[in-house]
Every structure is written in C-alpha cells, then in structure tokens.
C-alpha cells in the first residue's frame, strides 16, 4: 500500500520551469514503477513520464527533452522537473504507482493501482 501526495503546481508563463513532487509514504520497500500522468479538461489522463524499479525512464512523445522523471530514495520523493513549459502542458498532474517486481512500467493509466490527488499546472501565454 502507498499513499502518494503531490505538490509544486501553480502558475507560469510560457517557456519557464516548475518542478512537481510526489511525497511517497507506506509500503515503501516494495518494487514499484512510478509515473507521472497529466489530464487537461475534457481530454484522457494520459502518460508523462515513467521511472522503473531499475532506474530506467521513458517519456511521451511530447516531453521532447523538456521534461525530467526522477526520485530521491533518501526522502521517498518522486519529482517531474519540467522546462520551457507551452500552454497545451497545462493539466492536472497526477503521481501514480503500481507494483513491479521487476524492470517494467504498465503504459496504461487503469493499470496503476495507486494515485494522488493530482496538483494543477496552468502555463499563460
């Protein structure tokens, strides 16, 4: 069991920084692929990021290099680093989780078992 809480949304202008993070509390021992997921109203949750038990990352094809998945163990923090932000990135941002007992992410949001209430990024133009 994981209980995921996010922060770090807000308001920024077009092509700054904010950096999002996913206090991460509970079963924490366990393996776990760990993802970012963002959904704009009216639209899909769909995938941001990943970050596999190994370390591996993948992103959307839309992050082109801007964005960063990453996690500080130490603190149980998982964190989306996100650079020259456009527009079309503002969504609610969800933290989510399920468990891996090995190097893999599902792609599916409906396969992941654990999500937090999500943070609001609004990028004006």
């Known amino acids: 069991q994981l209980h995921l809480v996010e922060s770090g949304g807000g308001s920024v202008q077009y092509g700054g920084s904010v950096r999002l993070s996913c206090g991460v509390s509970g079963n924490t021992n366990s393996g776990y692929c760990m993802g970012w997921f963002r959904q704009a109203p009216g639209g899909d949750r769909e995938v941001v990021a990943f970050?596999?038990?190994?370390?591996?990352?993948t992103y959307a094809p839309f992050v082109k290099g801007r964005f960063t998945i990453s996690k500080d163990n130490a603190k149980n923090i998982l964190y989306l680093q996100m650079n020259n932000l456009k527009p079309e990135d503002s969504a609610m941002y969800y933290c989510?989780?399920?468990?891996?007992?090995?190097?893999?992410?599902?792609?599916?949001?409906?396969?992941?078992?654990?999500w937090g209430q999500g943070t609001q990024l609004t990028v004006s133009s």
């Open positions: 989510a989780a399920h468990g891996a007992d090995g190097d893999y992410c599902y792609s599916n949001p409906r396969d992941f078992t654990y």
């Open positions: 970050l596999r038990t190994g370390g591996r990352t």
